[in-house]
């Protein structure tokens, strides 16, 4: 089932988070204080894949009121190749339609080779016009990989 997240879904969407190989996790946004601030922000936008109970899949979705941004796309590895990612990315995409955002954005690490191939066998355009700045506010913000 695919469905909007919420607060409750916190401790699953972590304990995913942590399991999946090669994730960034940052200490102040990735905490429960940074998701109920972001859920707060875009309350209909992120969603979560639940089977069994269980979080198998999360997508923490946002705007600006100009373009959507999709962060944490994650599908647990014993759940994938079942249509469950494409299937959170239609549902946030349609939310961010029904907030009249024409155009989204996804940051993807270069060396995430399964999450490459996958937006890019969904019809996702890898821009080559551009360059990806970041400017650190918060040094406090620390982002750990999961190396597992």
């Given amino acids: 089932m695919i469905r909007t997240m919420a607060m409750e879904?916190?401790?699953?969407?972590?304990?995913?988070?942590?399991?999946?190989?090669?994730?960034g996790l940052r200490?102040?946004?990735?905490?429960?204080?940074?998701?109920e601030r972001f859920l707060r922000r875009?309350?209909?936008?992120?969603?979560?894949?639940?089977?069994?109970?269980k979080v198998v899949g999360s997508?923490?979705?946002?705007?600006?009121g100009r373009r959507g941004c999709l962060y944490h796309v994650c599908v647990d590895e014993e759940?994938?190749?079942?249509?469950?990612?494409?299937?959170?990315?239609?549902?946030?995409?349609?939310e961010l339609k029904k907030e009249e955002i024409n155009k989204v954005c996804l940051i993807a690490f270069t060396k995430n080779d399964i999450g490459n191939a996958f937006w890019n066998t969904i019809g996702?355009?890898?821009?080559?016009?551009?360059?990806?700045?970041?400017?650190?506010?918060?040094?406090k913000n620390i982002t750990a990989f999961n190396e597992q």
């Fill in 124 to 139: 996702w355009t890898k821009r080559q016009d551009l360059n990806y700045y970041d400017f650190v506010l918060n040094e």
């Fill in 27 to 35: 200490s102040v946004d990735d905490s429960r204080e940074g998701i």
């Fill in 79 to 94: 759940y994938r190749r079942r249509g469950i990612g494409k299937a959170m990315v239609v549902k946030a995409m349609e």
């Fill in 9 to 23: 879904d916190y401790d699953g969407v972590y304990a995913l988070w942590t399991k999946i190989r090669g994730f």
């Fill in 59 to 64: 997508i923490l979705c946002g705007h600006d």
């Fill in 42 to 53: 875009n309350p209909t936008t992120s969603v979560v894949a639940v089977e069994d109970g």
